[in-house]
């Protein structure tokens, strides 16, 4: 079983096909999952990587800065090959409208089609998926929901960047680039898969219900009753002018156990708050604080090398968020170095896919 990863520095579509072409399996792989920032040209890129890898599946999305094996890079191209033995089975379908839940599941009915399987039927065991979705689309919650209501395998992924243009992101398939669509795969790899969720925040006990929404704007109108700003800003003790400074270190997460599953805040519209992500009326969420992203990460996967083996293959769905704090901390390479020595690519997204939705969070697939 052959798991490859590499990367390449070239801006020229063509040039940095070839040379991951060379690096990888070439026209051997049977799939090829890549991750590109959006300087690069992205139709040209997509053509050029299909083309170089012949006869795989091909998929991958912009970004917002790239993650490969032992390092964080930014305008460049990582890229996952596997060959025949890594992979019993695969199938890859574009959802190109993401309007309704309605064109959402003819879009994953066609896939289901062409794999010659419902996804329903899909053994939880053996099967997962990854999602990848225009990042700009405000569709993500649509379709994972859709996609929970049609399987119980677990599906994780990204919502594709562009390098916090806020302009336009894509979502490559087997030689085209789309916007405002989404790529499903659904993979059976042969030795197995685990998923990791990470993330860094630990609930302060405080309590912000969700009691006034508008979930087309992703806004909060009121916690507690009270206008939601107030609200958040008298539950750290702080002013409403201080408040968007608190953000990143003090998002609210909806509370699973002890898991959390962050909503981060956007921006404030008057005396509501935009999220990244919906929030649902009566929804009861915990405000969180941060904690270490370095530690937390290094334990968890340490942890997970530890009950598993040391994983053939990772890939890294990675919030822009937590790459903005790394930068800030001056910690992006001691981050790329927890992934040293083992096949890794992803990428810094604009919101993570795991049963739903999230932000603030590292969604990342295993492979045994």
Do not use: W
């Not at 999305?61 to 890079?73: F, Q, R, V, Y």
């Not at 599953?261 to 404030?268: I, K």
């Not at 053939?312 to 901390?329: A, K, M, P």
């Amino acid at each position: 079983m052959t798991i490859k990863a590499g990367y390449s520095l070239v801006s020229d579509s063509t040039l940095a096909a070839r040379e991951l072409s060379e690096k990888l399996m070439g026209e051997t792989a049977r799939l090829v999952v890549f991750f590109a920032s959006s300087t690069i040209d992205p139709y040209a890129l997509s053509a050029a990587m299909a083309e170089s890898f012949g006869s795989a599946a091909v998929i991958g999305c912009t970004t917002a800065g790239e993650i490969g094996s032992g390092a964080m890079l930014k305008n460049s191209v990582v890229a996952m090959a596997f060959d025949e033995d890594s992979l019993e089975d695969l199938a890859i379908g574009v959802v190109d409208d993401l309007t309704s839940k309605d064109t959402i599941t003819r879009g994953i009915r066609r896939l289901e089609e062409s794999y010659g399987q419902r996804m329903i039927d899909l053994d939880v065991a053996k099967h997962v998926g990854i999602v990848l979705v225009d990042g700009l689309s405000r569709a993500e919650e649509r379709l994972m929901e859709t996609i929970g209501d049609l399987t119980n395998i677990a599906v994780i992924g990204g919502s594709a960047g562009d390098d916090l243009q806020f302009k336009s992101t894509h979502i490559f398939a087997d030689g085209k680039a789309y916007s405002g669509a989404a790529v499903l795969a659904i993979l059976k790899p042969k030795a197995g898969f685990e998923v990791l969720k990470t993330q860094s925040f630990r609930d302060t006990g405080t309590l912000l219900k969700a009691t006034e929404v508008s979930e087309a704007e992703r806004m909060v109108l009121q916690f507690n009753g009270e206008p939601a700003a107030h609200a958040y800003a008298k539950a750290l003790g702080i002013s409403i002018e201080e408040a968007a400074s608190k953000y990143m270190s003090n998002p609210v997460g909806l509370m699973l156990g002890d898991e959390p599953y962050v909503r981060s805040p956007q921006h404030c519209k008057g005396e509501a708050m935009v999220f990244y992500c919906n929030v649902k009326s009566g929804m009861e969420l915990h405000l969180l604080e941060s904690t270490d992203i370095i530690q937390d990460t290094r334990t968890a996967f340490e942890n997970k090398k530890r009950e598993l083996g040391a994983p053939s293959g990772v890939i890294n769905f990675h919030c822009i968020l937590r790459t903005l704090e790394l930068e800030q901390r001056g910690q992006t390479e001691e981050y790329g170095k927890i992934f040293e020595g083992i096949p890794t690519i992803g990428f810094s997204t604009y919101g993570e896919q795991y049963i739903g939705h999230i932000n603030q969070t590292s969604t990342m697939l295993l492979f045994k």
